[in-house]
């Protein structure tokens, strides 16, 4: 029998304080827009200081819950 292993994927997870810092990296920018910050700035260059860094969709759905 052969048995396949499914693995179920998790979101991303990324602590309130990383989420803090990117808003706040964000607004002592020169960006226009918060998207092409992320896009831009966070996820080329700063991925290896956020363990568990997100999609910028995925940023956005978390920021309601930081208020």
């Not at 997870?13 to 989420?19: A, E, F, K, P, W």
């Not at 920018?29 to 831009?40: A, C, V």
Request: with cysteine; proline share 4%; hydrophobic share 40%.
């Amino acid at each position: 029998m052969l048995e396949l292993s499914l693995k179920r994927w998790r979101r991303g997870r990324l602590c309130l304080s990383g989420v803090m810092t990117i808003v706040v990296g964000f607004h002592l920018s020169g960006y226009r827009t918060f998207k092409s910050y992320y896009l831009d700035q966070v996820l080329r260059y700063q991925r290896p200081y956020y363990p568990g860094l997100v999609s910028y969709n995925r940023f956005v759905e978390l920021l309601p819950g930081i208020a």
